[in-house]
């Protein structure tokens, strides 16, 4: 396959992704249409959205590069995937109930809207998406430069200009439609290409031989139960406590259609666990010799894939990154303009004015993102140390929030310090680090054990679940705000 083929089709593929944005903004009347889709996205585009992102960067770049290395242990991230994904559905889609707009009005609401747990969580949130963010740049970017020979840096400028500018245009629901067009192309292409792998080594049951004489030459590594378990967990978690997934909620039509979507998403991703395994193990028989094992699944794609086809499933693959990246720059701005500007201002920006901020909020989010992926080179290791430290604290105050009444203010601030701390200590000895894999189960241990410690021994929240709710309502949309999410008890999220 030629560059200029991979080019002429990227080409193509902008031109596409700029006119479904273009026919999108035209029906952009607020904040809510461009930020979420006026919380009407139903469970077919939920569901195309969601597998969208699931098989992009992590699973095509990361889990293909991590089985050409580790063997079977790439089933991991699959499987941490579906999982999470399943557990999403079933913890927190009734919180599309409550419309919340963002992540951090979520864990305000648990803990009685206390503004010291919304400015904090928005801030870590915040981060939090431009770290997604940079890893879909660093992924699509490592695409680029292997099938067109671009410098890598060059290549991160233009992924990250692409996708800017087609969010800048048509917001949220652009994002939706061109997820749902392109997952059914990724995953065709996935299929495709493990079956022409499977063709060229024996089938299934050469699989286990290629790995035990890869390990016994030493160019393959058994990580071990417990970094293989690390993996599957961050990714869990990764998603469990990603805002781009929660943006999917609060825009779904229903909570009936969100899990149903997520559902279909979840069992799919899990049978599609094994796929990424295959291809980085054939890949290790087939390109022994590859410089940077993250381009295992782009090298197969060339290699063994007639030129049209191999540039339709990378186009697939970058459109799967791109969108990815949309969705976390979406989710990231949310934050920017509901909670980071309210925090800064003491006010909600004027209705007619959003639309114009959030694409201010779109640029200053590409160019800090783009920061973070221009020092980054390995995509597993950026996530799982990124996932570990930023989101840790995140998960256990979600989820206990959403199980335990009696979590409070302290409780998650204590909660996100300490997982924060745990984390970056375990990163900076390398000793634990290859203990652990990741360090995001002791930081999880600790975020878990410091939130409920620290919950018992101070005062419960001040204000009720409801009462804090009808706050956080009145703090986003104003004193005239009239929609049902004021009068709306705890007990509706315990009956869905």
């Known amino acids: 396959m030629t560059s200029q083929l991979l080019l002429w089709g990227l080409c193509g593929y902008v031109v596409l992704m700029l006119a479904i944005s273009y026919i999108a903004s035209r029906r952009q009347q607020s904040g809510d249409d461009f930020l979420l889709a006026g919380r009407k996205v139903s469970s077919g585009l939920t569901f195309g959205t969601t597998v969208a992102t699931m098989i992009g960067t992590g699973t095509s770049m990361g889990a293909v590069g991590y089985a050409y290395l580790h063997g079977w242990a790439g089933m991991m991230y699959g499987l941490g995937g579906a999982i999470g994904i399943l557990l999403t559905a079933w913890l927190f889609a009734p919180l599309r109930a409550l419309r919340f707009m963002t992540m951090s009005e979520e864990l305000s609401y648990y803990a009685g809207a206390n503004l010291w747990v919304k400015h904090l969580s928005a801030i870590l949130i915040f981060l939090c998406s431009l770290g997604w963010l940079g890893a879909h740049i660093l992924g ?90 690390s993996l599957a967990v961050v990714v869990a978690v990764g998603v469990m406590a990603a805002p781009s997934f929660r943006q999917r909620i609060y825009a779904g039509a229903s909570v009936s259609a969100i899990r149903r979507a997520f559902g279909c998403a979840g069992l799919v991703y899990l049978l599609f666990a094994v796929l990424p395994a295959i291809l980085g193990i054939v890949a290790s028989q087939l390109l022994p010799a590859l410089a940077n094992h993250q381009h295992a699944f782009t090298a197969l794609i060339t290699v063994l894939l007639p030129p ?35 925090g800064a201002v003491g006010s909600m920006p ?44 995140l998960f256990v105050s979600c989820v206990l929030g959403r199980c335990w009444p009696r979590l409070n203010a302290a409780g998650i601030l204590a909660a996100i310090v300490s997982a924060v701390l745990v984390s970056l200590l375990v990163l900076l000895s390398p000793f634990w680090l290859a203990f652990w894999g990741n360090p995001v189960i002791p930081a999880l241990l600790t975020a878990t054990v410091s939130a409920i410690g620290v919950s018992l021994l101070t005062r419960q929240n001040r204000r009720s679940r409801s009462q804090a709710l009808a706050l956080i309502t009145t703090q986003r949309e104003g004193q005239s705000a009239q929609h049902d999410s004021t009068s709306i008890s705890t007990s509706s999220l315990t009956s869905n």
């Open 140 to 229: 699509g970017a490592l695409y680029l430069s292997w099938a067109t020979g671009f410098n890598l840096v060059a290549a991160k400028w233009l992924l990250a200009s692409i996708f800017t500018l087609y969010v800048l245009i048509g917001g949220y629901r652009a994002v939706v439609w061109t997820d749902s067009l392109m997952a059914l192309i990724l995953f065709t292409g996935f299929l495709l290409l493990a079956w022409v792998v499977l063709q060229s080594s024996g089938g299934f049951a050469s699989l286990q031989q290629i790995v035990d004489t890869a390990q016994q030459q030493g160019t393959m590594q058994d990580p071990g139960w417990l970094p293989a378990l």
């Open 308 to 342: 049209l086809i191999a540039m339709l499933v990378l186009l697939a693959g970058l459109s799967a990154t791109l969108s990815s990246a949309s969705s976390d720059a979406i989710a990231a701005v949310s934050v920017l303009i509901r909670d980071l500007y309210y």
């Open 350 to 393: 004027q209705q007619d004015k959003v639309v114009r901020y959030s694409r201010y909020g779109v640029l200053l989010v590409s160019v800090l993102s783009l920061l973070l992926a221009l020092y980054a080179d390995d995509v597993i290791r950026y996530i799982s140390a990124m996932i570990a430290t930023l989101m840790s604290g």
